[in-house]
Every structure is written in C-alpha cells, then in structure tokens.
C-alpha cells in the first residue's frame, strides 16, 4: 500500500515508517521540515514529502496514497476543526489513521461515521498503545467472563526513551486537571497525575503510575460492560514522577495554564537526566472479572527492551495495514478493531516479551475473617466484597463534644460540624493487600488505607497506623482499637483516642455508630450515625441508592492524600 505517515520523522512516526518498510509499503514521510523527512526517508529506502497539516493538504493527493496516518499531534492542540484532514482524507476515498490518545478527539471522530461508510472507507483514531491495544488485551482477557468489574491498564516507558515535544505538552496539559473516572459506575472527579499505584510488570521489573485521561475512560465502560476503567501512567525515575505531582497539585490549586516556555524547561530537564535510568519499559493490561470460578484478576503483560518500547504505540498501525480488508468503513476510535494475537505477530521483530497471568481476587475483609465473614448477614458481606472500586452513598448525622479539648482535636482531624442531616459517600478501592476508603461528609473528603498485616489488620492515614482487632460478634462488625503508631514510633496506650463503633443492619438498611473519645480525658469528640447505600449507575448524587447499604466506621483526618485527606475506622478498644 501507499502510505502517508505526517510526523513522520517524530518519536512515534519514525519507528512506524520503519516497520511499514519492513512489511514492504511504499511510505512517504511526510511533514513541514523537508531536511528531516528527506534524511529518514532516505536512510529507510522512502519518499520524503512536505506538508503542513494546518495548510493546504494538495500535496497529499498530488501522491494518490492509500492511507494517511497522522502521527504528530498533540491532537488537544488541533484547534476548532480537529477532524479537518480525516474528513478531507474520507472525501478523497482515502483511508485515515492517527495515534491520537487524547480523550475527546479520539472519542469525537464517531460523528465522521456516516460519510465515511457512505465513501467505503475507514477512519479510526487511537491506532496505538491506547486504546487500540488495551482492548485488544481487555477483549482476550476477559473472553468468556460472565461480568467484566475493572479494567487498569499503565503504560510505563523507561527513562531512555525519546520524549518528543507533542508528547510532553500533552501530558503537561493533562497535570493537575480533573477528569471523570468511572468507578462502580459512577463518573467520580479526580486530579490527573495523583494517587499512584505500584505494577509488578514481571521479569523483576516494578514500576509506579499515576492516574491520567486516556481515550479509554470515555469508551471502555460502554464497549465492555465495565463498571470501573483505570488508566495511570509513570516515569522511570522517582524524581521525574514526585516533580510532576507536585506540579499536578500546585496546579489543580492555582488553575494555571502551560506556557510554551515550561514545555520546553520540562524537556530541557528530561534531556539533563536522560543518562540516568533505562531503555526499557512496559505496559500492563489488569481485567477483573466474575466466574464459575468467583472473582479472577488476568493480566497481560509487555516488556519493551534495547530501547524499542517507542515502537509499541506504532504497532496497531502496523498490524491494521497487514489486513486492511478486515476493517469495516466507517469512523470510529480503535476498540477492539485488531486481535491480540496479530498485535503480538506484529511485534515478533522487536526486542519485547508479553505473557498473561491469572489469579484469585479474595477481598480484604474475607480474608481477615475466613472463619467468621460468612457469620455476617448477606448483605453484610455483599458490602464488603470489594474486588474492584465500590461506591456507597447515604445520610448521616453529627454530635459534638463541647469541651475545648475536644474541640481542637476536632479542628485538626477536620470532622464535619455538628447536623442532624448531611449527605456522606464512600469510595473504596482495593490496593495491594487492601483497600483504599475514600470517606465524603458534606464537602468534606477523607481517605484511610487498609491493609493485612499477618492476623490483623491496619488502617492508616498520614503518620499514623493503627492496628485493629476487627471481628465479628452479633451479626455486626466491629473494629477495636489495639495499637498504634506514629511512623515507627509505638504511641503509649494513654495516647489511644477511645472509641466505640460497629456496623451493623437494622430494618433492612445497614448502618454506622461511630463515637470517639478524646485521649487523656474521654471526652467526647464525635459521634456519628447514618447509613449509606449502593450507588446506582451513574448518578454520582449522594441520595442514589439501591436496596443495599453499607455501615461505615471511620474516623476522618484531613490534608493526608493526595486528592483528599484522611480517614479511618475506630472501633472498642475498651
């Protein structure tokens, strides 16, 4: 085939010309700097063409090519008529590609599907590492599932791989602004690039990612049924990960925009540090899913080495290009349009390995009590089987202590003033050997992590770690209080806040009663009692509600997580 790759001789153009000449395509590198095109063209056995994507697109067709593929971007940037080549490519009869992996453009291009199946042609965006081969993984992994509860996916290149302009302004411009996660089916705002999570991406290689947008949570939950899509993204090196959070939040607190000058910095700064770190990295494709066999987590995994992950994001192109009369006219992004398997022949030529790997999801709280969960009302356990992000909503009310004592401690644990009525929420999550709760009272937001600790559990949040002797007694859960620390540091029992708190059902609705006492003197602090239901569909209202219910006990801290502060459950340490 004749193919026009424009930012041809980019990061991601180049190595896609490169492969479509191995599979013997007759390529044009196309773009504005004729020098460049002309000296890749030319080491690769192309043509090199100029054009400017933003100018007149006569120079396309003066070549009759098959296929044009847009490989510069950033496609964020493409102004008021983003889809002006793919449409004049469907009125020439001329297919069309792009690496687009910005949400709402790839997402966008759906309104060009009329024309585009009237002409017989097809224009798909997103031919890359996302969502072309994400839900080609999501689509293997979860083959004969009966539900699909969670998709996460990461891309993790090393620090040795070659940063190109449009790739470091668009995840500049994605830092620190909110977007829509789906969890549990509820769109739930957070900050781009924050609450980070470690991949083991096999062959001892660990890296961490950062919550970013990606066309995948737009689109997954429709395609596949999902209730909740993650996507995070990480560097290699910890210092270039740490500098774009704090950017993240100084930004999501000031609102500012991203000034020309500071992408360059950014890559100046990228380049000062290029020595350092690897050529290699990875992606990670996670689908839990329910079975005969109960909750199962499957997972794909990639390992890029000797420098060609950049390759990656080129390769559904390639494998699109093999077998193009297996793709159906029409526009739309690249879900699930290629198979897995042509994905991973298609990168049979590269440095990199890819396996899958299955295995059991037990939720936190079966395993802290195997003895005694299935001792708990259904409902009970129904709320705390957690195998994926679950969201509660409901209403509470607030007492408070009168002391001054209890007062201050309650002004720097940040508790909701005192109401007979204030909608709340919980979100959790489960993490590595436990779950993230993200507690909301009124405008306030609080989060703890759980976790198992040989036969006990902890709850955290900021220094402090608690242990719980959690169990279960008269058909409620309650959570006692054994110990604590500040870091390392044991804290005496006289410094223990003493607390009395259950969950528990009532009349068919489960409910929470959580007081709090103030250490030394017993004063009281809070108390606090209401229920919380399961969320419906996509109403992020905190009335939605279905007919099950969760108790919460938790007691909240504020200015601890990264998006929120945080929380935790207390219960008798009497």
Known sequence: MRVVVLGGYGVFGARLVRLLRRDGHEVYVAGRSAQKARVLADEVGAQALV???????????????????????????????????????????????DLADDPAFCAGIGALDGVARATGVFALSGVSSVPAISSAAVAALAKGAGEIDTISSAILPGNRAPRGRAVVESILHQAGRPFDVILDCVPVPLRSWSQPETFDLGQ????????????????????????????????????????????????????????RWLVSFVLFAAKLLWPFGTDEGGMSVAVTVCSAKGWQRHTWRLIARAGEGPYIPAVPARVVLRAPESIAPGARPAVAEVLLADLEAGMADLAVTTERISEEVEPLFQRQLPRFFKSLPDIVQAV???????????????????????????????????????????????EKDGERWTRQFGDQVFVSHLRKRGDV????????????????AGGALHFPVVSGRCGPIPLPRFMLPQSVAREYAKEGRFRFDVALKAPLTGALIVHYRGWLERAVGSNPSYAAATDNSIALSGQPSRNIATNASGSFAFGDNS
């Open 51 to 97: 054009v400017d994507r933003r100018g007149d697109p006569a120079p396309l067709w003066a070549v009759a090519p098959d296929v044009v593929v847009d490989a510069a971007g950033p496609f964020h940037a493409y102004g008021d008529d983003p889809y002006a080549l793919a449409r004049a490519c469907i009125a020439q009869g001329v297919h069309y590609l």
């Open 457 to 472: 559990m902890t709850e955290r949040f900021g220094p402090l770690t608690f242990t719980l002797g959690l169990h279960a």
């Open 384 to 430: 705390h089987e957690v195998p994926g992000p679950r969201r509660w909503v409901g209403r509470g009310s607030v007492t408070r202590g009168p002391s001054l004592w209890a007062r201050s401690i309650a002004w720097v644990f940040g508790f909701p003033p005192k109401t007979d009525d204030i909608p709340m929420a919980v979100t959790m999550i489960p």
């Open 204 to 259: 001892r290689m660990v890296r961490r990612g950062w919550l970013l947008e990606v066309p995948d949570n737009r689109l997954f939950e429709d395609h596949f049924g999902a209730r909740t899509v993650l996507f995070r993204a990480g560097l290699e090196l910890g210092v270039m990960n740490w500098s774009l959070a704090a950017f993240s939040w100084l930004r999501g607190k000031l609102g500012f925009g991203v000034p």
